[in-house]
């Protein structure tokens, strides 16, 4: 039968669009599915704030009545202008082992992006480095966390096959921290040194809405701190709320660390969360009725911790304070139990925050890259 492709335009074909992937990774032990619900309001501009500084189009490619791959083609215009270019970003990208679906997929896509007057394109990332990024090129074989993708090994062999270059690399580390029978005492006295000459104190809060109500200094403070690091995209006021209700509203208290001055200034901080992807792959991408009966078990049981976001104002990277979050987060992780630690995704180049994983004993297990290309 002939391929098609079909440009997503209704409710039913964003859910078609998204559940595609529950199908097409049926029995793979190492996908994790996205809540459904919640990866349709992404692509949904009256729920998603993103749209306000960006245009997307999804492609569905049909064989026949059956989908056999999918993509989201977007033209951030928030990027666009911070970097000077006009590039096309892809997302969401998924097709079955058959090397003219994906080039099908491309095609329109890419198309689409020269029809806006894009130069070049690149992905997989979404509107901004809120969304998942990076295809994987390395740890087929590990569990993915529910803040990346999964793909199969044929996907990044098709798009060098067409053309597409590596324009950076993302890495991930597993890692077993330090157990209370082996303390890293020299950090510690390091980070109350370091504490104490610079006058930082942390800050805790005993119930999350407590942090909610300074996300908008969390949100800053990371924006600051991330501004020259590969593909950030500045966030509108709107985006900032969107996030803080999707991300802060499920954190533990106990796993959030702000660090302040003397001034009570906000010059870093650390969100973590236990890890969520055997709940996730319970719940198959449903929260209702009983997805959130093992999201809540693992947020009481699991073993690994998650981390997702740490910021140090640029003002204090020299200073140490870095050490000193890691220290405070490391007292936690200890007092708690946890057994493992996920890293999530960090740049390559970003020396300075794999640095800190040394206390850690980190693994390098993953790794996912952003292709490039000129169109």
Known sequence: MDLRIVNVKTKRQIRDFVEFQLEHYKGNPYYVPPIIADEMAVFMPDKN?????????????????????????????????????????????????????????????????????????????????????????????????????????????????????????????????????????????????????????????????????????????????????????????????????????????????????????LVGFVITMPNMSEAFRKANGHMFPTGIFHVLKAMRSTECLDFYFLGVHPDYRKKGVDAVIVSELLKTVMEMGFKKTESNQLLENNTMVQAMWKFYSPVNHKRRRIFKKTI
């Open 49 to 265: 704030p993103a749209f306000e500084t960006a245009e997307l189009q999804l492609f569905l490619a049909y064989r026949g009545d059956k989908i056999v791959g999918r993509i989201g083609a977007i033209v951030s215009h928030a990027a666009n202008e911070k970097y000077n270019y006009k590039n096309m970003r892809f997302s969401w990208i998924e097709f079955t082992e058959d090397y003219e679906v994906c080039k099908l997929l491309l095609d329109t896509a890419i198309e689409w992006g020269r029809q806006r007057g894009m130069t070049t394109v690149s992905g997989p990332h979404g509107f901004n480095d809120f969304d998942m990024q990076g295809m994987l090129v390395e740890g087929y074989d590990k569990m993915a966390t529910i803040a990346s993708f999964y793909n199969y090994s044929y996907y990044p062999e098709y798009l060098e096959r067409y053309g597409f270059e590596k324009e950076i690399d993302f890495i991930e580390y597993l890692s077993t921290p330090t157990g209370e029978t082996n303390k890293p005492e020299q950090l510690f006295k390091v980070s109350d040194y370091v504490r104490r000459k610079n006058n930082i104190h942390f800050v805790e809060y005993s119930r999350t809405k407590d942090y909610i109500m300074r996300a908008p200094e969390i949100f800053s403070l990371l924006e600051t701190s991330f501004d020259k690091n590969f593909g950030t995209v500045p966030l509108t006021p709107n985006q900032t709320k969107y996030y803080t209700k999707k991300y802060l509203l499920y954190l533990s208290p106990k796993l959030i660390k702000l660090a302040e001055n003397e001034k009570g200034e």
